[in-house]
């Protein structure tokens, strides 16, 4: 048992763990090291402190979904059923070794946002960092820090953002289409582009409604993998399950490279 970690101390804020410095005098977000305050460090401490530097993966719902809880479906066709067992193992392969970028594709409700969510909590189950982000608060998270009032500045958020081990961006092209909004998403793609950082993208838009920049990005076949879910709203009970199947009959879902 660890000894009693000081709530009052000025560098970590009680925190226990903090990012270690780099040369150029900003943080390296990609590791965590126990705080000088802190006397020792457990597994369930690290956990925490990572879990609760990683976005939305702090809150109750994403902070529970993972390969085991994902709905199976019965009352799905044999084909959608197919399809999510494809983008099951296409995740857990990816949380096993994130490699390259992963975009789920599909209408809302198809269960995209668990599966990204499955893939950011087994990572910080081994001790890594994540940052899960819906797009559009992740926008209204970085126009707050340069609120006079802020605690943090807006550079090191982002900079937090673009070089976080792994990134999973939730619900992207539900943003408001602003130009400093599709700036600031250039430069955060951009950046992971070239330095070849993982990512996960879930979207329900088709890549051609992006923006031209972003999708020559994301659309790049040396890096990422798309994957279509073609499966209904599983919260959309009161539609019969033929009309559901009507509205997406002619759409495929297999694993491809773009």
């Keep these: 048992m660890t000894e009693e970690v000081a709530t009052d101390c000025p560098v970590c804020k009680g925190a226990s763990f903090v990012h270690p410095g780099l040369p150029s005098g900003l943080p390296d977000f ?6 000088r305050c802190n006397k020792g460090e457990s597994d369930e401490e690290r956990l925490l402190w990572l879990r609760h530097n990683s976005g939305d993966l702090g809150l109750k719902l994403l902070s529970g979904m993972s390969f085991g809880n994902f709905e199976k479906r019965p009352n799905l066709s044999r084909g959608e059923q197919m399809v ?7 995740a857990r392969r990816f ?4 490699e390259g970028w992963v975009v789920f594709q599909g209408r809302n409700g198809c269960g995209k946002t ?6 950011g909590n087994y990572q910080l189950q081994k001790g890594k960092p994540v940052f899960f982000k819906v797009v559009p608060d992740l926008l209204d998270h970085l126009r707050s820090t340069f609120r006079p009032d802020s605690n943090v500045t807006s550079d090191e958020l982002f900079e937090k953002i673009k070089t976080v081990p792994l990134l999973i961006l939730d619900d992207f092209g ?14 955060l793609i951009n950046h992971r582009y070239n330095d070849r950082l993982p990512m996960v993208i879930t979207t329900c838009f088709p890549l051609e409604e992006m923006e031209l920049r972003i999708i020559s990005r994301i659309a790049d076949p040396q890096i990422s993998t798309f994957f279509e879910i073609d499966a209904p709203d599983y919260r959309a009970n009161s539609l ?9 009959k002619g759409r495929r879902g297999p694993t491809r490279k773009w």
């Design 174 to 187: 539900e943003q408001a289409s602003t130009d400093w909004a599709q700036e600031k998403l250039y430069q």
């Design 95 to 98: 949380a096993e070794d994130p």
């Design 84 to 90: 999510l067992e494809d983008a099951v193992k296409l």
């Design 30 to 35: 990609t590791r965590v090291i126990p705080c």
């Design 240 to 248: 019969p399950l033929e009309e559901e199947r009507r509205k997406t």
């Design 114 to 119: 668990h599966l990204a969510a499955a893939i």
